[in-house]
């Protein structure tokens, strides 16, 4: 059984550029949500996708959207990058919108200069 | 109140020395609660689930009460590998998953 993997590990981005982050979810899992998390700070959700379908959205801009494939692997893009998205993203895999818990993976640590 | 609000510390505490947190949420129709532990530059990984009035795993030992809005979190005999940050986690209302607490950031000193 494999774990949530991230890509890529790191990444370094200028102000107004665009990023795709991606997520392949554990085996068996069927949802995918995505969280930033700024330094000195909780993670923040960002959406949630239950196959390939959003399933909720926390407070974030309509510039970060994702999408979910049938493999039910995820990417998050963010559009028109800020400073302030600076974070370390995470994504994390549960089964039937996390009715056992979440698995979280090692998450991409994004700066933007 | 805040969703989920936790002393975000540091606690700096000797090996061996018992440490509690604690994590006042805001949604009394949560019915289960994480702690989470995050290591430096690291994932949160789940640590124990709480959904009655508390369990115990080993020397932790988390307690919620209802009535108050309140899960805490007690490490006994804690060792030097118990340092991290410890996240407090309420599922929310609505189509929000988890909502996380700032975290706790404990240093057991040798």
């Known amino acids: 059984e494999t774990g949530v993997t991230q890509s890529p590990t790191h990444l370094i981005k200028t102000r107004g550029q665009q990023v795709t982050l991606r997520c392949s979810s554990q085996?068996?899992?069927?949802?995918v949500s995505w969280y930033q998390q700024a330094l000195g700070q909780g993670p923040q959700f960002i959406f949630q996708?239950?196959?390939?379908?959003?399933?909720g959205r926390g407070n974030f801009p309509p510039r970060f959207s994702g999408l979910q494939f049938p493999n039910y692997s995820s990417e998050l893009n963010v559009n028109a990058l800020e400073l302030d998205d600076s974070a370390l993203y995470l994504c994390?895999?549960?089964?039937?919108?996390?009715?056992?818990?979440?698995?979280f993976g090692s998450g991409t640590r994004l700066t933007v200069v | 109140r805040k969703e989920v609000e936790q002393d975000p510390g540091p606690f700096n505490v000797p090996e061996g020395a018992t440490v509690a947190f604690n994590c006042t949420y805001s949604n009394s129709a949560s019915q289960s609660f994480f702690w989470y532990r995050q290591d430096c530059r690291k994932e949160p990984k789940l640590l124990m689930s709480v959904y009655s009035s508390g369990n115990e795993d080993g020397r932790f030992t988390a307690q919620l009460n209802r009535a108050s809005q309140y899960i805490s979190l007690l490490i006994r005999d804690s060792k030097l590998s118990d340092s991290a940050t410890y996240l407090c986690v309420v599922p929310a209302s609505g189509n929000t998953p988890l909502v996380f607490g700032k975290g706790t950031r404990l240093s057991v000193i040798a």
């Open positions: 996708y239950y196959r390939e379908e959003e399933n």
């Open positions: 085996s068996g899992h069927n949802t």
């Open positions: 994390a895999s549960s089964l039937n919108r996390g009715i056992n818990g979440y698995t």
